[in-house]
């Protein structure tokens, strides 16, 4: 990327092309599809790409019926791969990346163009809207935490989000697109991919306005997959071994504070559960716990109330537990790597 800074863009000017991996989403883009075309059809974006992994069901000829333009994997690509290839292809000077299981809002395009309008800003990303179909809890809670940090965090970020995100192609192409070597499964690729984009001189905004909604239906074993393998244990060896912890999203100060919280109140459950420490100091520490989430749990109250609150604030902790174990890990990993 060039170091000299353009002018301001004209919103009318920007032109975009969404590119939509998919394998087997037929059920998805049903619904996630018929927002992009009807963007495109009213000129707000250029075309709509959808690259077929390889689907063994009818994703592709779905997807060219509802007037997406189709491109075919060639071979189980993964995500990455594809967004890559139909990156270099795309009409578009802004590559709008969504997944096949989110639906954009309607002013979707509208909120992704105000982003870039300042000349700086190479990529920007949205959030979940806080309202997912799935009913189940851990879906709903799942849903509501991306919502909350999404809204909470610094506008200026530091990685990249690709299931609802945008990136300038020139700025894409310059840093090589989604590291699909070192993820050859869909993992942080997006993530390591935001941290490339500011090395080379960009910005990355967050807009809590470029909303979507999530239709991925969480169950425990493939959310505990999902978090430990493909999130917590790769992004905590990336900040060890080349970026260092970021104060950002969810491994920012503060929750590094509170993750201490939630070690701390699974050892005192197993000091009161084995009749050293009296039931009190569990109630208490329940109640600092509460109070330091805050914050999320006016937002689970508000959205589902005091049951799922209470049940969310608890679960979250132990998220903070198998994350914090991913990384003590990972960080004990790097350790004897460099003996």
Same mark, same amino acid.
């Not at 991306?146 to 995100?165: K, N």
């Not at 109250?301 to 799922?308: A, M, P, S, T």
């Not at 537990?321 to 960080?331: D, K, L, P, Q, R």
């Given at each position: 990327?060039?170091?000299?800074?353009?002018?301001?863009? &004209?919103?009318?000017?920007?032109?975009?092309?969404?590119?939509?991996?998919?394998?087997?989403?037929? @059920?998805?883009?049903?619904?996630?599809?018929?927002? !992009?075309?009807?963007?495109?059809?009213?000129?707000? $974006?250029?075309?709509?790409?959808?690259?077929?992994?390889?689907?063994?069901?009818?994703?592709?000829?779905?997807?060219?019926?509802?007037?997406?333009?189709?491109?075919?994997?060639?071979?189980?690509?993964?995500?990455?791969?594809?967004?890559?290839?139909?990156?270099?292809?795309?009409?578009?000077?802004?590559?709008?990346?969504?997944?096949?299981?989110? =639906?954009?809002?309607?002013?979707?395009?509208?909120?992704?163009?105000?982003?870039?309008?300042?000349?700086?800003?190479?990529?920007?990303?949205?959030?979940?809207? @806080?309202?997912?179909?799935?009913?189940?809890?851990?879906?709903?809670?799942?849903?509501?935490?991306?919502?909350?940090?999404?809204?909470?965090?610094?506008? &200026?970020?530091?990685?990249?989000?690709?299931?609802?995100?945008?990136?300038?192609?020139?700025?894409?192409?310059?840093?090589?697109?989604? &590291? =699909?070597?070192?993820?050859?499964?869909?993992?942080?690729?997006?993530?390591?991919?935001?941290?490339?984009?500011?090395?080379?001189?960009?910005?990355?905004?967050?807009?809590?306005?470029?909303?979507?909604?999530?239709?991925?239906?969480?169950?425990?074993?493939?959310?505990?997959?999902?978090?430990?393998?493909?999130?917590?244990?790769?992004?905590?060896?990336?900040?060890?071994?080349?970026?260092?912890?970021?104060?950002?999203?969810?491994?920012?100060?503060?929750?590094?504070?509170?993750?201490?919280?939630?070690?701390? !109140?699974?050892?005192?459950?197993? !000091?009161?559960?084995?009749?050293?420490?009296?039931?009190? %100091?569990? %109630?208490?520490?329940? $109640?600092?716990?509460?109070?330091?989430?805050?914050?999320?749990?006016?937002?689970? !109250?508000?959205?589902?109330?005091?049951?799922?609150?209470?049940?969310? $604030? %608890?679960?979250?902790?132990?998220?903070?537990?198998?994350?914090?174990?991913?990384?003590?890990?990972?960080? %004990?990993?790097?350790?004897?790597?460099? =003996?």
């Amino acid at each position: 990327m060039s170091n000299q800074e353009p002018p301001a863009q &004209d919103l009318s000017k920007i032109s975009v092309s969404v590119i939509m991996p998919v394998y087997n989403g037929k @059920d998805f883009i049903a619904r996630s599809l018929p927002p !992009l075309v009807k963007m495109m059809k009213s000129g707000e $974006i250029v075309e709509v790409i959808v690259v077929d992994d390889s689907s063994t069901d009818n994703t592709a000829e779905l997807a060219m019926e509802m007037g997406a333009r189709v491109m075919p994997s060639g071979g189980r690509l993964g995500p990455g791969a594809a967004r890559n290839m139909a990156a270099t292809d795309a009409k578009g000077d802004i590559l709008w990346f969504v997944d096949a299981d989110v =639906i954009v809002h309607e002013d979707a395009a509208e909120q992704l163009k105000k982003g870039f309008i300042e000349p700086d800003v190479v990529s920007v990303f949205g959030s979940y809207d @806080d309202k997912p179909p799935a009913r189940n809890f851990l879906s709903q809670y799942k849903n509501l935490v991306h919502h909350y940090y999404h809204h909470q965090a610094s506008r &200026d970020a530091s990685t990249f989000w690709a299931g609802c995100g945008a990136i300038r192609k020139d700025a894409f192409l310059y840093v090589g697109g989604f &590291d =699909i070597e070192t993820y050859k499964r869909p993992s942080i690729e997006d993530i390591e991919l935001g941290y490339r984009l500011i090395e080379a001189g960009g910005r990355i905004l967050l807009l809590p306005e470029l909303l979507s909604t999530h239709l991925k239906v969480w169950r425990f074993m493939n959310l505990i997959h999902t978090e430990v393998f493909c999130r917590a244990i790769p992004w905590s060896r990336l900040m060890l071994q080349r970026t260092g912890i970021v104060n950002d999203l969810n491994v920012g100060v503060a929750e590094r504070l509170r993750a201490l919280l939630a070690g701390l !109140l699974l050892l005192i459950l197993i !000091l009161v559960a084995t009749n050293i420490l009296p039931w009190w %100091l569990l %109630l208490m520490m329940l $109640i600092i716990v509460t109070t330091a989430n805050t914050g999320l749990f006016k937002t689970f !109250l508000n959205r589902k109330g005091i049951f799922f609150a209470i049940g969310g $604030i %608890l679960f979250h902790q132990v998220y903070y537990i198998y994350s914090s174990a991913a990384f003590a890990w990972c960080w %004990l990993e790097n350790m004897v790597h460099k =003996i």
